[in-house]
């Protein structure tokens, strides 16, 4: 059964940096495109970054120069660099396949930023 963990989250000021890991156990996800997902309170869950299984890089315009993806297929692992946070960056993140098929989603790591 496959599992993703999250981790990486934390309590940061507006401008500091945070690199969220995800880890995936029970199968491998090199050949399909991966995300990174956030989701705020009282809003839903949206894609911020992908990168596809080639390596193609893909981020919604609100962290665009600021957040960067990565994943490292012989560790089955997908980060998130994000610098420069602002407040609004606030959210759980979650990582999953970027496609119409998702595996179970995990617990997510809690991102705080405060101004």
């Known amino acids: 059964q496959v599992q993703l963990v999250e981790s990486g989250g934390g309590l940061v000021q507006a401008g500091g940096s945070l690199r969220l890991s995800c880890a995936a156990s029970?199968?491998?996800?090199?050949?399909?495109?991966m995300g990174w997902f956030r989701q705020a309170p009282g809003e839903q869950r949206e894609l911020v970054a992908r990168?596809?299984?080639?390596?193609?890089?893909t981020y919604v315009d609100s962290v665009k120069g600021r957040f960067t993806i990565s994943r490292d297929n012989a560790k089955n692992t997908v980060a998130l660099q994000m610098n420069n946070l602002k407040p609004e960056d606030t959210a759980v993140y979650y990582c999953?396949?970027?496609?119409?098929?998702?595996?179970?989603w995990g617990q997510g790591t809690q991102v705080t930023v405060f101004s």
């Open positions: 990168i596809g299984s080639g390596g193609v890089l």
């Open positions: 029970g199968r491998t996800f090199s050949s399909v495109a």
């Open positions: 999953n396949r970027a496609s119409a098929s998702l595996l179970p």
